[in-house]
């Protein structure tokens, strides 16, 4: 079993600021690591897959990096539709297994 | 414009059966894999399962194995969840997903990238 970490739980920043969640893996998932965003009420979207690849229609103030089990995702100036949940996912074991970390909360400061 | 459209908000007592769907549009059904997603009330996302539309392939989560039933019918593009015996527990939001893109017998090691809007599903006495 992969385990998915996030941190922090909750992160507080001032619009225009910088955001940086991070995501763990137990084990390598190599690059296969995906990032979602989700506002109150409304379902999920996917931000940002293969750890560094934007998903379609997605700004560019948004970036991923990292590989094997160290991940991050970094919001460079935030906007107030930023202000969201963001979860990071797992599927290495693509159609097996498909592992969310338990999120992190980006608000306002 | 790929589009999933989930059936409607359920309430249910414990013990009843329920069947919610997903319809796809606007691609070929038989080239994404359909998987679910649940979040309970204020919780995280949790994987389900997932369905191949054109060979009926299923593989389920361990967490929910023999829990639930995943099954498409390719003719009319819809993937169904469902319970033969509802518990309290099951009250949550369902979402249906896409993955796994699939072309000349080969698909694509990807991310969930379609959603649909989510069915909430209520077990209440």
């Known amino acids: 079993e992969i385990v998915m970490t996030q941190s922090p739980a909750t992160l507080s920043v001032s619009p225009g600021e910088r955001a940086t969640l991070s995501c763990r893996a137990s084990?390598?998932?190599?690059?296969?690591l995906a990032w979602y965003q989700q506002k109150p009420g409304q379902a999920p979207r996917l931000l940002i897959y293969?750890?560094?690849t934007r998903a379609t229609g997605i700004p560019a103030r948004f970036s991923g990096s990292g590989s094997g089990t160290e991940f991050t995702l970094t919001i460079s100036s935030l906007q107030s539709e930023d202000f969201a949940v963001y979860y990071c996912?797992?599927?290495?074991?693509?159609?097996?297994?498909?592992?969310f970390g338990p999120g992190t909360k980006v608000d306002i400061k | 414009e790929v589009q999933l459209v989930q059936s409607g908000a359920e309430v249910k007592k414990p013990g009843e059966s329920l069947k919610i769907s997903c319809k796809g549009s606007?691609?070929?059904?038989?080239?994404?894999?359909i998987g679910w997603v649940r979040q309970m009330p204020g919780k995280g996302l949790e994987w389900m399962g997932i369905?191949?539309?054109?060979?009926?392939?299923?593989r389920y989560s361990p967490s929910f194995q023999g829990q639930v039933t995943i099954s498409a019918d390719k003719s009319i593009s819809t993937a169904y969840l469902q319970w033969s015996s509802l518990k309290a527990s099951d009250t949550a939001m369902y979402y249906c997903?896409?993955?796994?893109?699939?072309?000349?017998?080969?698909?694509?090691?990807?991310?969930?990238?379609?959603w649909g809007q989510g069915t909430l599903v209520t077990v209440s006495s």
């Open positions: 997903v896409t993955t796994g893109y699939c072309s000349g017998g080969s698909c694509n090691h990807s991310p969930f990238d379609y």
């Open positions: 606007g691609y070929s059904f038989t080239s994404y894999w």
């Open positions: 369905i191949y539309p054109g060979d009926s392939d299923t």
């Open positions: 084990q390598s998932v190599s690059s296969n």
């Open positions: 293969g750890a560094s």
């Open positions: 996912q797992q599927y290495n074991n693509w159609p097996l297994l498909f592992t």
